[in-house]
């Protein structure tokens, strides 16, 4: 069974940084994607970032390209958001999401295996 469990939300002013961290757990091979994805108050899910395990592929949505970095540790399915230059249209709650995949599939894919969430808030 994967586990996942993101951390490292909290309340920032609009321009800081914050590092969000997700790690994952119990996969059964090395072939698997961790992603990111957000939720704002009556707004859809949005897949944010994705990180592939078997070729370090990465995937961002236009509204963090260039501000966003995902990253994985060195031989771990822990996996790292970098967020700069946060925005008021960033706070959300993020949740981190795992699953045997093969590639980021742009974050089209099903992920099966989600944390529980943790709250990103940007003041203006």
């Known amino acids: 069974q994967v586990r996942v469990v993101d951390s490292g939300g909290g309340l920032v002013q609009s321009g800081s940084s914050l590092r969000l961290s997700c790690a994952a757990s119990?996969?059964?091979?090395?072939?698997?994607?961790i992603g990111w994805f957000r939720q704002a108050p009556g707004k859809k899910r949005e897949g944010v970032s994705c990180?592939?395990?078997?070729?370090?592929?990465?995937y961002y949505s236009d509204s963090v390209k260039g501000r966003f970095t995902v990253s994985r540790e060195n031989g771990k399915s822990t996996v790292y958001l970098q967020m700069n230059s946060l925005k008021p249209e960033d706070t959300a709650v993020y949740y981190c999401?795992?699953?045997?995949?093969?590639?980021?599939?742009?974050?089209?894919?099903?992920?099966?295996?989600w944390g529980r969430g943790t709250q990103v808030t940007v003041s203006s």
């Open positions: 990180i592939s395990s078997s070729d370090g592929s990465t």
């Open positions: 999401a795992a699953d045997h995949l093969s590639s980021c599939y742009d974050m089209k894919a099903a992920f099966g295996y």
């Open positions: 119990g996969f059964v091979s090395d072939t698997y994607a």
